[in-house]
């Protein structure tokens, strides 16, 4: 089994973890948190490769707003998964830490990072277990010796882990090599989709500031958020209409006004159908 399908057969089953018949927050399976604007790469298949399209800016989450969404979350009794990976490095959080702590007393959290950080030292994997953290999954780009040092180092995780090994050889091909999608049109060709997209029915993205917005795949921020769970809750961003309105707008393969998504090439219906069930009958009262 390939790694693609490896890992969505893993996401599927951390699906079913989830109440997503919870009417305070209908289909929400798993809430992606951006914990920073830093990374300490820029590979070529990423927007981070053009500082004009995606510059690197020293803007991360405090530890204050991971505590609001953590509870607030709670109180809406939100029985998913954390993922704490966004569109930086996280272990360039120098809170991060204490982020994790906050959301893995109640909830399954994971993260996604590429793991520098761990292999020189600067942050020990006992540490991230010992705050709670349940599963990371770490990309090695550079060589199969990173990926050796990598395994080597994650041999006692207390938790879940994975090692995804996507070389950055500088190829021009290496989107459609590793099957990356375009991250929401910011990539590569961008061609108008004609298809549906479930991800706004069963996934959240949580921005360093608390703004809740689309996707995870917008890195562009085309669509503006939808609020921000400084000055609402969550749970009435996530169920107010103007969301409501993207939702059947996708459901309906209509993206052409959907900036965001008109020009995004990411399969969004690998997972998550469940979800869009649920926001079909909520949408058109079936």
Not at 4 to 18: G, P, Q, S
Not at 91 to 104: A, R, T, Y
Not at 142 to 167: H, P, V, W
């Amino acid at each position: 089994m390939s790694d693609m399908n490896v890992h969505i057969a893993y996401r599927r089953e951390r699906y079913t973890e989830a109440d997503i018949t919870n009417p305070q927050l209908l289909g929400l399976a798993t809430v992606e948190i951006n914990p920073t604007e830093l990374c300490n790469r820029t590979c070529s298949f990423c927007p981070r490769s053009d500082p004009d399209i995606y510059p690197n800016r020293k803007l991360h989450m405090t530890v204050d707003i991971a505590d609001k969404l953590s509870t607030q979350l709670y109180k809406a009794n939100f029985t998913g998964d954390i993922h704490i990976t966004g569109w930086g490095e996280p272990l360039l959080n120098p809170d991060i830490l204490e982020i994790i702590s906050k959301f893995s007393r109640y909830f399954f959290t994971e993260m996604i990072s590429n793991g520098d950080r761990l292999l020189s030292k600067r942050i020990s994997h006992k540490d991230l277990t010992s705050y709670g953290l349940h599963s990371i999954i770490v990309d090695c780009y550079d060589n199969e010796q990173q990926t050796m040092a990598m395994e080597t180092l994650l041999s006692d995780f207390e938790g879940k882990q994975r090692i995804r090994s996507n070389y950055d050889t500088g190829n021009a091909n290496l989107l459609q090599l590793y099957n990356f999608n375009n991250r929401g049109g910011t990539l590569g060709a961008v061609k108008s989709m004609q298809r549906q997209c479930w991800m706004p029915m069963y996934k959240a993205f949580v921005d360093w500031d608390g703004g809740v917005g689309l996707c995870c795949n917008d890195w562009a921020r085309k669509q503006k958020d939808f609020g921000n769970i400084n000055t609402d809750t969550f749970s009435n961003i996530w169920m107010s209409d103007e969301f409501k309105y993207v939702r059947k707008q996708l459901l309906e393969a209509n993206r052409k006004d959907l900036s965001a998504c008109s020009g995004c090439n990411t399969n969004g219906c690998k997972s998550g159908e469940g979800s869009a069930k649920l926001w079909h009958e909520n949408l058109y009262r079936i």
